[in-house]
């Protein structure tokens, strides 16, 4: 066998190793820990493919300024209110603060966003807030998360008082139906910040 066959059996051997090995390094590198496949199956509905959230300031019930940054670096549960909080919505609220509490160690990553449509419906419903002291209330405007979240989804998949999800990266990326039982919620969301470096 001459050296130049040798060499390419060589270099035919080191590419076989090599490239694989490349691509797993890129994969692994490239993909945020909390999207790369994995042996979990979700309950809730993957958005896919994600929304990153476009830039938005919307006014808080307080009368501060909501925007993009109040949803880096954590999880955010988010609820469209729609007029009065009716007995599924109060219902859902409840949940997902019985469910931020569950998380004990980890409840810090997680926050609760909810969007209402008008300042009238901050007020409709002030009692609700005041069970609610940990979740942010924020009025719906042109270019707001509710906005982009219905721009995105189809309200026939997504019904009312459905709970979203959106990642510390800014991104839409999930759905839990309002019939999903809260416990399913509660492992998907356990998954997800088990496996997630970023928040």
Not at 151 to 165: M, R, W
Request: glycine share 4%; net charge neutral.
């Amino acid at each position: 066998m001459t050296m130049d066959a040798n060499k390419k059996k060589l270099l035919t051997i080191f590419g076989l190793f090599l490239v694989p090995l490349a691509l797993a390094a890129t994969w692994y590198l490239v993909l945020p820990d909390n999207y790369r496949p994995s042996s979990m199956t979700n309950n809730g509905n993957l958005i896919d493919p994600i929304y990153p959230m476009q830039a938005f300031e919307q006014p808080t019930k307080d009368g501060e300024t909501f925007t993009g940054k109040n949803l880096e670096k954590k999880w955010t549960l988010v609820h469209l209110i729609a007029g009065n909080c009716n007995e599924a919505c109060s219902k859902w609220l409840y949940n997902t603060r019985q469910l931020r509490i569950a998380l004990a160690e980890d409840m810090e990553r997680v926050n609760r966003l909810s969007i209402v449509d008008s300042s009238a419906a901050v007020t409709a419903n002030q009692k609700m807030w005041d069970s609610h002291p940990d979740m942010q209330v924020v009025v719906s405007n042109k270019g707001g998360v509710a906005e982009q979240i219905r721009q995105h989804t189809a309200k026939e998949a997504y019904p009312e008082n459905s709970v979203f999800l959106i990642d510390p990266l800014g991104n839409l990326m999930m759905q839990f139906p309002p019939d999903i039982n809260p416990k399913l919620l509660m492992k998907d969301l356990e998954k997800l910040l088990k496996l997630s470096h970023i928040g």
